[in-house]
C-alpha cells in the first residue's frame, strides 16, 4: 500500500532530530555519548520518589491520579509563580518544554512565516518551526513577516553562549520595533557554574515575551513537565490549544514536582547538581586541552550542558561522525544546528551525561579522530 | 496591547471544550456533576501507586527518569503488543489518547480536507479536526477529498452506541472504496458490561487502521498514556511528527503502567471497574426510568461511561443547563457533539464520575428541571 498519499502537506517538512535518530540506533551505556542534552543520572533524586509519591497520594488522595484543570495543577502553578515572581494567571503547564515550543509554534505560526533566530539553533525548536513550514530567519534582518524571535539567552543550547544584558535589551529593542512576540527558551537558567546571573528577557519586556520553563534539568526528564509564563491572552489561545493536545499535563507528576520544589527538596538538590555539573564542565575543557590539537577552540559556558568546538575548517564533522561512533564516540554535528546546514566543522559536546569515568577516554578517542582528519587531508 | 494580530490563521478554529469550560468555573466536590468522562475516582489503585514506583525504581534505576525513546519505553510497548496480538514495531505510546487524536489530524489533515465521522461526535476529537480547519462530514457523503474515517465503535462517546460488525464491515467498505484511512478510537472498549465483544475495525482492515488506546479509563487518567496501533509507514511519520511534540511520553508513568499490565494487576483492578460500572449503568437507568418525565428516552450502553438522553423535542438542554447547574446539576448538551449544533434536545449522562449516593438525589433534580421546561413552554 502506498500511504504517501494520506499525508498532510506539512509532513514534507517534518525533519527528524538527528540526536534522537542517533539514540534510536545505538546502546548509550555501550558508547561515550557527548551527543544528547541528557541530564546526569546521578542527579535525579531516585530514593526520593516512591515517598513523594506516597506523601502526593495522601494529601491529594484520587484527585492526583484524576484529570486535572488544562492549565495545569494550582499548587504547581502558585509555586512556580511564586519563584518567577508571577501572578498565577501567567503560569501554564506544559508536558514538557519541548511542548512549550511546539504549541508556541501551533498558535503563532503560518506556512511561510518566519521566526527569527540566530544560528545555531536548537533542533527541537528547528524541527517545531519547519514542521509549521515557517523559515527561520537572522534576528538582523529587516521584514515585516516575522511572528516572533526565538532565543535562548542562557547557555544556549548548542552554542553554551549566554547573553549579556545590552543583547537582550538590543532583543527587546528589535521585538519592539518590528512588533512581534519573543519566545524566550530557558531550561538552563537555573545550572549557572560561573559568573552572574543576568535580567531575563521576560523581565525587560514582559508584555510580548513567553518564557519557557523545564523541569527535565532542574528535576528529571522522565516527568516531561515544563511551564510557559506570558500574558494573559496569549495564555488563553494556548489553553485552548492545549485542550486539543493532551487536555492536561500529567497530575500525580505535576504534585510530585509540586511537593519536591515546594518543600525545598530541588532547592538542595539543585546545589548538588550545579557543583556536579561545574566539576564536569572543567573536566571537559581540561581534557580538551590536554588532548586537542592545535586549531580546535571551545566555548566555556557559565551555565547549563553544552560546549562547542570549532575545528579547523578542513576537518567535516559530518563526515567524521562514523569514524568516531566505531570507536565508541558520539557528538552532535554543528551543522545540523544551523538552517543552512553549514559549518561543518563544528560540533556539540555535552558534558552532563556520560559518566566522569569516562570522559577521559572519550575525549581521548576523539581527539585522535579529529588528528587523524587533519593528517588525512 | 492588541495581541490578535500575533495568532496563526488556525486560531479563530479553536473551539473551548464545554466540558473543560464547566469544569473551570465549578467546583466539582459541590456539584453533582454528570458532565465530564471523568472514571471513578473508587476505581484508582490509590494504594498500589507508591509500591509501584518502588518497583519500577529499583528495577530500571534512574532510566526511570530519564528521557525515554519517543515511541515510548520497549517494556511497554511489548506488554501492549502482546496483548492486542500486534508486533512491537506496530505500537506507539502517547501522552494520552488526546494526543492521539491530534497527532493523527497534524500529520493526516489540511486546512479544507475532509473528516468523515458521523453525529454526534467526540467533542476532543471535533476540536482537533477544526483546530486544523478540516470539515467533518457524514460517513455516508460521495466525496473524493476525504483524509480520514473518525468512529468509536465501542460504547461511543457521547451516544453509548456500539457498532455491529455489519457497521463495522461497511465502515472498512466505505474506506476502502474511498481510499481512505480510517482512525478508530477505542478509549473504553475494555469496559464492557453486557453483550458479547466485536471485532475491532484494526482487526478487519489492519493496514489502513490507526487504533488508538488509553490508559485513563483502565487505570488512571493522571497518568495521560495511550497508545497507537497502526502500519509501520503511518506511525513512521507519527514518530517523528512526536518528536516535535514532546520528545516522549512520561518515563516514570510509563513504567509504572507496565508494571501494572504487566504483573496482572491491571486485570484485577479491570474486574472490579466493570463490576462497579456495570451496576452504576443500571443504577443510573433505574433512576431515569423511575423520574424521567415521559416523552424522554436514553440508550442503554453495553459499556463505557455514558447514556444518550433524547427529551421532547421542545426542550432545549442548552437553555436549561444554567438553570440545572444553579440546582447543583451538570451535564453536557448533546447539540455541543453535532457538528452543526443541532439536535438541542439531547443530553450526555456519565455514569461514572459521581458518587453513587448523589446520583439519585441528582437525577431527581435534573429531571424535575426538564419537567419545568415541559410545563413552561
Same mark, same amino acid.
Given at each position: 500500500?502506498?500511504?504517501?498519499?494520506?499525508?498532510?502537506?506539512?509532513?514534507?517538512?517534518?525533519?527528524?532530530?538527528?540526536?534522537?535518530?542517533?539514540?534510536?540506533?545505538?546502546?548509550?551505556?555501550?558508547?561515550?555519548?557527548?551527543?544528547?542534552?541528557?541530564?546526569?543520572?546521578?542527579?535525579?533524586?531516585?530514593?526520593?520518589?516512591?515517598?513523594?509519591?506516597?506523601?502526593?497520594?495522601?494529601?491529594?488522595?484520587?484527585?492526583?491520579?484524576?484529570?486535572?484543570?488544562?492549565?495545569?495543577?494550582?499548587?504547581?502553578?502558585?509555586?512556580?509563580?511564586?519563584?518567577?515572581?508571577?501572578?498565577?494567571?501567567?503560569?501554564?503547564?506544559?508536558?514538557?518544554?519541548?511542548?512549550?515550543?511546539?504549541?508556541?509554534?501551533?498558535?503563532?505560526?503560518?506556512?511561510?512565516?518566519?521566526?527569527?533566530?540566530?544560528?545555531?539553533?536548537?533542533?527541537?525548536?528547528?524541527?517545531?518551526?519547519?514542521?509549521?513550514?515557517?523559515?527561520?530567519?537572522?534576528?538582523?534582518?529587516?521584514?515585516?513577516?516575522?511572528?516572533?524571535?526565538?532565543?535562548?539567552?542562557?547557555?544556549?543550547?548548542?552554542?553554551?553562549?549566554?547573553?549579556?544584558?545590552?543583547?537582550?535589551?538590543?532583543?527587546?529593542?528589535?521585538?519592539?520595533?518590528?512588533?512581534?512576540?519573543?519566545?524566550?527558551?530557558?531550561?538552563?537558567?537555573?545550572?549557572?557554574?560561573?559568573?552572574?546571573?543576568?535580567?531575563?528577557?521576560?523581565?525587560?519586556?514582559?508584555?510580548?515575551?513567553?518564557?519557557?520553563?523545564?523541569?527535565?534539568?532542574?528535576?528529571?526528564?522522565?516527568?516531561?513537565?515544563?511551564?510557559?509564563?506570558?500574558?494573559?491572552? &496569549?495564555?488563553?489561545? $494556548?489553553?485552548?490549544?492545549?485542550?486539543?493536545? =493532551? +487536555?492536561?499535563?500529567?497530575? /500525580?507528576?505535576? %504534585? #510530585?514536582?509540586?511537593?519536591?520544589?515546594?518543600?525545598?527538596?530541588?532547592?538542595?538538590? &539543585?546545589?548538588?547538581? $550545579?557543583?556536579?555539573?561545574?566539576?564536569?564542565? =572543567? +573536566?571537559?575543557?581540561?581534557? /580538551?586541552?590536554? %588532548? #586537542?590539537?592545535?586549531?580546535?577552540?571551545?566555548?566555556?559556558?557559565?551555565?547549563?550542558?553544552?560546549?562547542?568546538?570549532?575545528?579547523?575548517?578542513?576537518?567535516?564533522?559530518?563526515?567524521?561522525?562514523?569514524?568516531?561512533?566505531?570507536?565508541?564516540?558520539?557528538?552532535?554535528?554543528?551543522?545540523?544546528?544551523?538552517?543552512?546546514?553549514?559549518?561543518?566543522?563544528?560540533?556539540?559536546?555535552?558534558?552532563?551525561?556520560?559518566?566522569?569515568?569516562?570522559?577521559?577516554?572519550?575525549?581521548?578517542?576523539?581527539?585522535?579522530?579529529?588528528?587523524?582528519?587533519?593528517?588525512?587531508?
Amino acid at each position: 500500500m502506498d500511504y504517501g498519499k494520506y499525508f498532510s502537506a506539512d509532513v514534507p517538512s517534518f525533519l527528524r532530530s538527528p540526536v534522537r535518530e542517533i539514540f534510536r540506533k545505538v546502546d548509550l551505556s555501550a558508547i561515550c555519548s557527548f551527543a544528547g542534552g541528557y541530564p546526569a543520572a546521578s542527579t535525579f533524586p531516585v530514593e526520593q520518589i516512591p515517598g513523594l509519591a506516597e506523601k502526593v497520594l495522601s494529601k491529594y488522595g484520587t484527585k492526583a491520579l484524576q484529570y486535572g484543570a488544562t492549565q495545569g495543577v494550582p499548587e504547581l502553578r502558585e509555586i512556580i509563580a511564586r519563584r518567577y515572581g508571577v501572578p498565577v494567571s501567567q503560569v501554564q503547564i506544559t508536558t514538557s518544554s519541548q511542548q512549550g515550543i511546539d504549541v508556541c509554534s501551533r498558535v503563532f505560526l503560518d506556512p511561510g512565516d518566519i521566526v527569527l533566530a540566530n544560528n545555531p539553533v536548537y533542533l527541537g525548536a528547528l524541527q517545531s518551526f519547519k514542521a509549521y513550514r515557517a523559515e527561520v530567519e537572522p534576528i538582523g534582518i529587516d521584514t515585516t513577516s516575522a511572528k516572533f524571535i526565538y532565543v535562548i539567552p542562557d547557555f544556549n543550547n548548542p552554542s553554551g553562549k549566554t547573553m549579556t544584558l545590552e543583547e537582550r535589551e538590543e532583543i527587546v529593542r528589535i521585538a519592539r520595533d518590528l512588533d512581534v512576540l519573543i519566545v524566550e527558551d530557558s531550561p538552563y537558567r537555573e545550572l549557572r557554574y560561573s559568573g552572574e546571573p543576568v535580567k531575563t528577557i521576560r523581565e525587560l519586556a514582559p508584555e510580548r515575551t513567553l518564557h519557557l520553563g523545564s523541569f527535565s534539568k532542574i528535576f528529571a526528564p522522565g516527568f516531561r513537565l515544563g511551564w510557559i509564563i506570558g500574558p494573559e491572552p &496569549l495564555l488563553e489561545q $494556548i489553553y485552548v490549544c492545549k485542550q486539543c493536545l =493532551d +487536555l492536561c499535563p500529567p497530575v /500525580l507528576d505535576q %504534585y #510530585m514536582a509540586a511537593e519536591f520544589m515546594g518543600s525545598g527538596a530541588l532547592d538542595a538538590n &539543585l546545589e548538588k547538581t $550545579i557543583a556536579e555539573y561545574r566539576h564536569r564542565r =572543567d +573536566l571537559m575543557v581540561g581534557l /580538551l586541552e590536554k %588532548y #586537542m590539537p592545535e586549531g580546535v577552540s571551545w566555548t566555556y559556558p557559565e551555565g547549563g550542558l553544552f560546549l562547542w568546538l570549532t575545528l579547523p575548517e578542513s576537518v567535516d564533522t559530518v563526515a567524521m561522525y562514523d569514524e568516531a561512533l566505531s570507536k565508541g564516540v558520539a557528538y552532535v554535528a554543528g551543522s545540523f544546528f544551523y538552517t543552512d546546514g553549514s559549518h561543518r566543522n563544528t560540533m556539540r559536546l555535552n558534558f552532563s551525561f556520560v559518566e566522569e569515568a569516562k570522559m577521559e577516554p572519550g575525549i581521548k578517542t576523539l581527539a585522535s579522530v579529529v588528528r587523524n582528519r587533519l593528517v588525512n587531508r
